[in-house]
């Protein structure tokens, strides 16, 4: 599956930004998603996971309370909900789809290109 993640920007600390990810095939209703970043000279890392029906979900323990991972099948979109901001919230953040919602990027089989979010203090 194809993905194409958007919604990026420069944000102030203390803003809000919805990222989206749209799907290229109605099999995305199947697929559990996820949502990776990796901030420059970092690991990429585990931020959300939903599974493929939308009822359950999975946060990295230091975002709970202020990320919300959601999912649209009818849209084939999942999106990622920040609040509160940081700067060390900035990052590139990618989305991917795979048979599980799990926060281990390599049990991911598909991946979006990635979109660029910037806080400023």
């Known amino acids: 599956v194809q993905l194409q993640a958007s919604g990026g920007g420069l944000v102030q600390a203390g803003g809000s930004l919805r990222l989206s990810c749209a799907a290229s095939e109605r099999t995305f209703s199947s697929y559990a998603m996820g949502w990776f970043r990796q901030a420059p000279g970092k690991e990429r890392e585990f931020v959300a996971a939903?599974?493929?029906?939308?009822?359950?979900?999975y946060y990295a323990d230091s975002l709970k309370g202020r990320f919300t991972i959601s999912r649209d099948n009818a849209k084939n979109t999942v999106y990622l909900q920040m609040n509160s901001l940081k700067p060390q919230d900035t990052a590139v953040y990618y989305c991917?789809?795979?048979?599980?919602?799990?926060?281990?990027?390599?049990?991911?089989?598909?991946w979006g290109q990635g979109t660029l979010v910037t806080v400023s203090s």
């Open positions: 991917a789809a795979g048979p599980s919602a799990v926060g281990i990027p390599r049990l991911y089989k598909s």
């Open positions: 939903i599974n493929w029906r939308g009822s359950n979900t």
